[in-house]
């Protein structure tokens, strides 16, 4: 192996890979929220649609509660990843 058979250091701490999740987690739910009262507005007048109505309503009503727990999640697993860094890139 040309690195001297040494793992990747990211994939080796499982706190970063936890850490990816919730962070691409995060952007998906704040992109789904910023589209919502556009979702809210288009659905009133077209007919059909009431699942994506339905789903954009308890988003927005849920919403920050959501980004609040997951950028909670974020804090938490990126100083976690932080603090185990050293440990794990040492094996």
Do not use: C, H
């Amino acid at each position: 192996m040309p690195d001297g058979g040494r793992k990747n250091p990211v994939l080796a701490n499982p706190f970063f890979l936890a850490l990816l999740a919730v962070s691409t987690l995060f952007v998906v739910t704040a992109l789904g929220y910023l589209v919502v009262p556009y979702v809210l507005q288009k659905a009133g007048n077209a007919p059909g649609g009431e699942a994506s109505r339905s789903f954009a309503t308890w988003l927005d009503r849920r919403g920050p509660l959501i980004l609040g727990v997951e950028f909670v999640l974020m804090f938490v697993t990126g100083v976690a990843a932080m603090a185990t860094d050293d440990w794990y890139s040492r094996g």
